[in-house]
């Protein structure tokens, strides 16, 4: 170990400094990417479980650093919640997402939109801006609230529940609908999905993945379904991969799907084909 003697680098180790460099130059990196505007949206389908057809489409960011290539959000997101650049990537994000659904429907292709947005945005300094911001968006592209759809997880809920409760009416007072994202990952009380303004709940990837092999996994998604429908929620199924897991999420009543068997994520012109093509068909 190391002492500067100060007793500051007491509990210094090569790895934690490897650890502790590589984040650093990760958050310099991804102030630049904010400047550069090094991202751009993919969009993933979603799908009417019943005949596959495309309802929607989920927002999903990707940085493409000119140095290192394709960095996945599940890297760099936590990191820009940490620092506070979430709120000018949300912004992007919005805006690039909306301009291009607006572009969708003026060429006829009624879809909606997810947009997966964390707390902080949501809770961001200013209470009222996430939500000044999105109906200016809304405005400006002229699109219809409905059309919209927020993505939250259920961690967020936990966070600060009088804030988010107000964050989230007023959010959904401008007509849009919240989704619960990663929904049974949360381990938190499921008296929320009553308290707060849920229209749909998304079923976690970690689910389908093992629900023809696991009993146990098929009776919670069981559950879940059954849960939703009475309380009159939505539900989504993440992260289909098989023909068997969507004949058997079809079975259990889930109503949408979402996952690499109807289609991968695409960048906006390949989205564009799919839903010419979908027309077509
Ligand atoms: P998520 O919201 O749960 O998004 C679903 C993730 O599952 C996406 O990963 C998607 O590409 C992947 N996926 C979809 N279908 C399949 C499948 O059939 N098989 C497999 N193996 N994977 C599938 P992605 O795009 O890497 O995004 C990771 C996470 O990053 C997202 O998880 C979300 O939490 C976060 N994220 C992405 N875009 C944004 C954004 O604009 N804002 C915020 N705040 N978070 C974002
Ligand atoms: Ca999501
Ligand atoms: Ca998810
Ligand atoms: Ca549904």
Same mark, same amino acid.
């Not at 650093?24 to 009417?48: M, T």
């Given at each position: 170990?190391? !002492?500067?003697?100060? !007793? !500051? ?15 650093? +130059? ?21 799908? !009417? ?197 969507? +004949? ?29 093509? +979908?027309?077509?068909?």
């Amino acid at each position: 170990a190391k !002492n500067d003697g100060r !007793n !500051n680098y007491r509990y210094y180790s090569p790895e934690m400094n490897t650890h502790m460099l590589e984040r650093i +130059q990760l958050e310099q990196r991804l102030r630049q990417a904010v400047i550069r505007q090094e991202f751009c949206l993919h969009y993933q389908p979603i799908v !009417n479980l019943d005949d596959r057809k495309i309802t929607g489409v989920e927002a999903l960011i990707r940085w493409q650093d000119p140095k290192f290539g394709m960095i996945s959000p599940d890297k760099f997101i936590p990191i820009a919640e940490e620092t506070g650049l979430i709120e000018p990537i949300g912004e992007w994000v919005l805006q690039q997402a909306l301009t291009d659904l607006a572009h969708w429907h003026r060429l006829g292709f009624k879809i909606s939109m997810a947009i997966n947005v964390s707390g902080r945005q949501l809770l961001g300094h200013n209470k009222t801006s996430f939500k000044c911001l999105l109906k200016a968006l809304l405005q400006k592209n002229n699109i219809e609230p409905q059309y919209l759809h927020i993505e939250i997880t259920e961690s967020m809920l936990m966070d600060d529940t009088e804030q988010c409760m107000a964050a989230l009416e007023s959010i959904r007072s401008l007509g849009l609908d919240i989704y619960i994202d990663d929904f049974g990952t949360g381990y938190s009380s499921l008296s929320y999905l009553k308290r707060f303004p849920i229209a749909v709940i998304k079923i976690d990837k970690s689910f389908i993945d093992n629900m023809l092999e696991r009993e146990s996994d098929a009776k919670l998604i069981k559950a879940i379904v059954m849960m939703g429908q009475s309380l009159e929620l939505k539900l989504v199924a993440e992260g289909i991969e098989t023909h068997a897991q969507w +004949q058997m999420l079809q079975a259990l009543g889930c109503d949408f799907g979402q996952g690499y068997l109807f289609s991968h994520p695409l960048p906006a012109q390949e989205l564009e084909s799919y839903l010419h093509q +979908q027309a077509l068909s």
